[in-house]
Every structure is written in C-alpha cells, then in structure tokens.
C-alpha cells in the first residue's frame, strides 16, 4: 500500500483525519483555509523563480516545482512543493499558508519527502525548510536520523490503523478540532 506524505502530515495533526480520508473518502468538506492555501502556492511558485537561493544556504541549486515521488519500498508517495538539487545534495521545501511556527506535522511531512527525494536521486538531504507564504519567511528544519526512524514508525502506524481499521485517538490539541472537515465525526471529542 502506498501512502501519501501528506498523510503523514495529516497523522501529526490529528490521527483520525487520516483514518477518515482512508474510511470514507470524499466525507469531509473543504475548508476555506485549505482551498486558499492552494491558491496562494500557485501564485509563489511564480514569485519563486525570482528569489535568490541565499535564504536556502544552496546558491546555485536547480529548482523543481511540483515534483511526483513514490517508492515502493517505502510504500510512500507525494508531490512536493519545491526540490532544491545539487550535484551530491538536495533540500525540499514545502510553501504553508500559516502564520504559526512549524509544527511537528510539518517536520513528518519534510522527513517523509526527504526519504523519497534520497530513495529516488540517490542524494543526501541534510534540510528540509517551510516557506511560510503570508509573511515570506523561511524556516530551516534537520533532517536528521532521529526523524528519518519517526516516520518509518509512523507509517508502521498508519498502515495498522489502515488495515486493522480502528479509530485512533483524536490530537489532544483540541482547538485544531475547531476547524477540522471532519469534526461531525468525533462525536467522542464534542
């Protein structure tokens, strides 16, 4: 089976949201947020191509706009925003529309990318950055070994729950639940 790196961000979030897009497909509504997000990429790609790699640290890198990996060793796949190359290194970058720090299901979702990028080229990806699109700012995060185990272990996770088909627990962060497209569903949590 073939996951996507967004489901690992969607696991870091909250458990169940992935439960139920694997469950009942098409169930949840798309919120404002998330359809604004989309337009907002579409429009930084555009005024990527004239910012300098000076924020990146990989001046002279090639950059590869929404790029399609799957490995099927790692039973995962994904588009990426951005691919930073190098002759013997590679970054990934992934454009949010958020004004918050990263957050833990960011760092899934760069290491998930990160594996791919490295199954796929053969090239070793030492960061992974968050462009965080309202402000312009760019956040630098490790892509070190500890992550690269976490999202193995999370997609061991994922598949249980996908295969055996039991409810995981919802995010203890309750105020995300607020603006879930699931939120009728957990009727445990309201």
Not at 50 to 75: D, H, M, Q
Request: aromatic content about 10%; hydrophobic content about 35%.
């Amino acid at each position: 089976m073939i996951l996507r790196v967004t489901d690992l961000k969607q696991w870091g979030y909250c458990p169940r949201v992935f439960f139920y897009q694997r469950r009942m497909p098409g169930a949840g509504k798309q919120t404002y947020k998330m359809g604004e997000g989309k337009t907002a990429q579409d429009m930084i790609e555009q005024l990527e191509m004239r910012r300098t790699l000076k924020e990146y640290g990989l001046e002279g890198a090639v950059r590869r706009f929404g790029v399609w990996f799957e490995n099927e060793a790692l039973g995962l796949g994904g588009k990426l925003d951005l691919l930073l190359e190098m002759p013997a290194e590679a970054a990934v970058v992934e454009f949010k529309l958020t004004s918050g720090e990263v957050m833990h299901n960011h760092r899934l979702q760069l290491g998930g990318y990160s594996l791919l990028v490295e199954a796929e080229t053969g090239k070793t990806v030492k960061r992974g950055f968050v462009y965080r699109i309202p402000d312009g700012r760019v956040f630098a995060v490790a892509i070190e070994d500890e992550l690269r185990t976490e999202v193995r272990r999370t997609l061991e996770g994922m598949r249980e729950v996908t295969r055996d088909g039991v409810l995981p627990e919802p995010t203890p962060v309750r105020n995300r639940c607020e603006e879930c497209e699931y939120a009728n569903f957990c009727g445990d949590v309201w």
